[in-house]
Antibody
């Protein structure tokens, strides 16, 4: 059974940094592309970033490019999102997801990031 | 403003069929068969219900079906049930810097 468990969310001041982690199990982690998505309170879904299985290819949404960095440790079956220069508009529930066939096939339960002074 | 346009709300009675539209452009929905649909209960993670326009993941009811015509994709739910009352989001691959774009979401009310 595929399981994705996010951690690392919390309250951070504007301009601060936070690193999210997503522990994966139940599949061959290194074979699959992975993504981070987010959902601001009361709002819709937004794609944040994706990374290929080998980590060779990475892509970012315009709203986070240059501030966020996606990475993975295939030896630990863990996906990461390093978030720097955080803004109030980054406040959201962050989900990690396993990609498959051009879709987000499995999702974690999410972790809440609140950017506020 | 979302890249893909969905109606904010739709409603239907139990047993009826409803369709949710998702309108994009020739740079996303119209040019790629990479449209997916997600069902989300408030406070829960989204769940994939349709991928590659028409395909259903294992375990998803065949009451859910997807289609596409030109720049508009559609999700149809037949035999509406009370448990279908959720938020629904479409998503498409998009050429250029956006990569993956979502619709703003549609709230389904079962009357």
């Amino acid at each position: 059974e595929v399981q994705l468990l996010e951690s690392g969310g919390g309250l951070v001041q504007p301009g601060g940094s936070l690193r999210l982690a997503c522990a994966a199990s139940g599949f061959t982690f290194s074979s699959d592309d992975m993504s981070w998505l987010r959902q601001a309170p009361g709002k819709g879904l937004e794609w944040v970033s994706s990374i290929s299985g080998s980590a060779y290819s990475r892509s970012y949404g315009d709203s986070v490019k240059g501030r966020f960095t996606i990475s993975r440790d295939n030896s630990k079956n863990t996906l990461y999102l390093q978030m720097n220069s955080l803004r109030a508009e980054d406040t959201a529930v962050y989900y990690c997801a396993k990609n498959r066939s051009g879709s987000y096939y499995y999702w974690g339960q999410g972790t809440l990031v609140t950017v506020s002074s | 403003q979302s890249a893909l346009t969905q109606p904010a709300s739709v409603s239907g009675s139990p047993g009826q069929s409803i369709t949710i539209s998702c309108t994009g452009t020739s740079s996303d929905v119209g040019n790629y068969n990479l449209v997916s649909w997600y069902q989300q209960h408030p406070g829960k993670a989204p769940k994939l219900i349709i991928y590659e326009v028409t395909k259903r993941p294992t375990g998803v009811s065949n009451r859910f079906s997807g289609s596409k015509s030109g720049n508009t994709a559609s999700l149809t739910i037949s035999g509406l049930q009370a448990e279908d009352e959720d938020d629904y989001y479409c998503c498409s691959y998009a050429a250029g810097s956006h990569h993956w774009v979502f619709g703003g979401g549609t709230k389904l009310t079962v009357l």
